[in-house]
């Protein structure tokens, strides 16, 4: 992220694209960050023709990378006539490597992909094509969800809000600098989020048990209010407008029940293999799944690359 003036996160998009409107939804969120940073988006289509006896493998290929150079082309002159600056790419083979292959090649510092489509698009989220791009991408992920309805899918920049969940742990804090530069780009407030479980009772007399969870959840409350604090404080001595929120629930419900005034919530994740354990486990399967806020998860590869931001 720039030091003085305009923010350029992010200067280079990986949108990876399946031929079909829904995997498209993911373009409009890239196009607007593009407008926002000038960055430029590399469109990609990964294709892997399946071919029959008697199919000649070699003219099967060619024509599936004909097919995909031209679709893409289609949408790069459509970017172009709108001011965006777009180049396509086509990468022969399956679908995780070519992304993680492109985004290295041409340095991309995000990939917007959309999380559901045609030819087996969704199980980019919910599968190893997912868990392979978000353990070994150099980048972060914005995982647009296609089942949200093609009229609510406004611009980015006309949201105010950039929230970014935090339990404590310097795992978590590892996607402040995403977080931090997205806020930057699109002139948003950056809001730390903390959710306290409400205590449970453990007590046997009502009045002796009202007091004492009322006093827990008050000490449980006050001890995220400080440590947001004072992560607050570190971010905000360089200019930024930086807020905090404390609320009861649980973390799962609450940070999926985000609100459509945040423009992105953004989520560092483990990046571990295996369905159930894919993107900080519970928590983050449940913001995928019900959530409707565009996502941006940062994996362990990508965390190496985010710097200070101090």
Not at 176 to 197: G, I, N
Request: net charge negative; with cysteine; hydrophobic share 45%.
């Amino acid at each position: 992220m720039e030091a003085h003036g305009k923010s350029r996160y992010p200067q280079t998009v990986l949108v990876p694209l399946d031929g079909s409107i829904l995997a498209e939804l993911a373009l409009n969120f890239a196009e607007s960050l593009a407008r926002a940073s000038e960055a430029r988006l590399i469109l990609l289509r990964a294709v892997v023709p399946y071919t029959f006896g008697g199919t000649d493998e070699a003219e099967a290929r060619a024509k599936a990378i004909d097919e995909a150079e031209r679709y893409l082309a289609r949408l790069v002159d459509r970017l172009t006539e709108r001011g965006i600056e777009a180049e396509a790419t086509v990468r022969y083979g399956e679908a995780a490597p070519s992304i993680v292959g492109a985004a290295q090649l041409h340095t991309a510092d995000l990939v917007a992909m959309c999380t559901h489509g045609r030819g087996g698009l969704g199980r980019w989220v919910y599968g190893s094509v997912a868990e392979q791009v978000l353990a070994t991408a150099p980048t972060a992920v914005l995982l647009v969800r296609a089942w949200q309805a093609l009229e609510s899918v406004t611009s980015a920049n006309e949201r105010s809000r950039v929230l970014i969940p935090l339990d404590g742990s310097a795992f978590a804090e590892k996607a402040l600098p995403v977080a931090e530069q997205l806020a930057a780009t699109l002139d948003a407030e950056l809001v730390l989020l903390r959710v306290v479980y409400a205590p449970s009772p453990t007590l046997t007399q009502g009045w002796i048990v009202a007091s004492y969870l009322a006093e827990e959840l008050e000490t449980s409350e006050s001890a995220a209010r400080h440590y947001l604090e004072g992560v607050a404080d570190r971010l905000s001595r360089g200019g930024r407008s930086v807020s905090i929120e404390v609320q009861v629930g649980t973390p799962a419900s609450v940070i999926a029940d985000t609100g459509a005034d945040v423009a992105f919530l953004v989520m560092a994740t483990h990046g571990r293999t295996g369905t159930e354990r894919l993107m900080m486990g519970s928590v983050a399967n449940v913001v995928v799944r019900r959530g409707e806020v565009p996502l941006v998860l940062v994996g362990p590869a990508a965390m190496e690359g985010t710097g200070n931001t101090d």
